[in-house]
């Protein structure tokens, strides 16, 4: 291949992507957020640049758009393995959330030196995530009960059990809040660079407080490391394994997988246990993660990380890189309008707009070819003959079949 045809397919592959479902739905739906800002009486030049400016446009921002994504990204990994194998996980955050819950515990009252109470708490809400996603593999494998179904039902058990365990049985008598005593400092996942060491004031007499790099190092957790790690390690797992290969497939052609002898059980059974598993990783890291130092009442759930994962696993198209992208997408639209907020008296709300629309606009225009083709299939061939009835008895019952 010459280097102008490699040039042009790249040109192509470029105009593809602009011209694809992902590009049109975010534009289109950041225009209708621009007519919902001129409904409110605000200049959507100006609501987006105090957007942007939120977001991007100064170290603290950046920094802030870093910690909204960090859970966003990961649950959305943890959505993304179990929709690429054709599993719909709906339930990451029950899965999460009891992670959160039973890591934030060992955290806070394990007996342990701080580190290791740390790590203990970590790999406990990793477990506990695995063992809720498992739950829903055993229901469907055993009792025939949707996977759907059962794990976006399992949701409120976990809530629920969540916010009854914190409010009676570790709630802080002290604290206004209902929530948990505080986690130690030695037993918090802390920031990249501690603010108070030699390095932090370095960088600050070199690069200015401001500065993207001064603050994403000592405003940022090492949950930030654990996400990339995680990313590789799941690309790894696409595209070296056999596990990787097999729910690929499985989620193209489940049928095809079967006739290969693929199991389709214990395939649900690994893919809910990594799914599940990951949601308890970064909703543990979420609650042990500096700045944070309790575990309070309806925390997680206020969030919405879970659902706002679901979304930029489905703009991604289950893809890591595009997970990452998407999660920082939607990070930054978050962190943007509230200091949009600040600045102009917007509501923030206009982040959930602007949410909604890409997913719905996503959905579709990945709908139109899909419905064209039916159509296109059902029509049949434009000159081929029309059979009689009468001269083909069983026609009319192969065509409803």
Known sequence: ????????????????????????????????????MLIAGVDPLSGYAAMLRGSFGSGPGFANTLVRAIPIIGIGLAIAIAFRAGVLNLGTEGQAGLGALAGGIVAIYAPLPGPLALLCGVLIGVVVGALWGLLAALLQNLLGVPILLSTLLLNYPARYFSSWFIRFRLDEPTSDLVASEQIRPEAQLGVLVPRNSGVAASLRDSLGAQHPITAVLT?????????????AAVMFMNRRTKY???????????????????????????????????????????????????????????????????????????RPIGTAIAGLFFGAIMVGSDAMGRELGLSPQIAGVIQAVVIILLAYRVALPIRARKRRADAGPPDAPVLQPSAQPGAEKEGER
């Not at 405003?219 to 990313?231: H, K, Q, R």
């Not at 690929?248 to 214990?266: A, D, I, Q, T």
């Open 1 to 36: 291949m010459t280097d102008s045809s490699r040039a042009g397919s790249a040109l192509g592959a470029a105009g593809r992507f602009i011209a694809g479902p992902i590009v049109v739905s975010v534009v289109l739906a950041l225009f209708i957020g621009a007519g919902f």
């Open 219 to 231: 405003g940022v957790n090492w949950s930030l490391v654990v996400l990339i790690l995680v990313i």
């Open 244 to 318: 990787g290969f097999e729910s690929g497939l499985s989620g193209l052609n489940p049928e095809f997988v079967r006739y290969g002898g693929v199991k389709p059980g214990p395939l649900v059974t690994r893919t809910m246990l990594l799914s599940g598993g990951l949601a308890g990783l970064f909703g543990t890291l979420l609650i042990v993660g500096a700045p944070n130092t309790r575990l309070i009442e309806g925390y997680f759930v206020g969030t919405n990380y879970a659902w706002t994962a679901l979304l930029v696993t489905l703009l991604a198209v289950y």
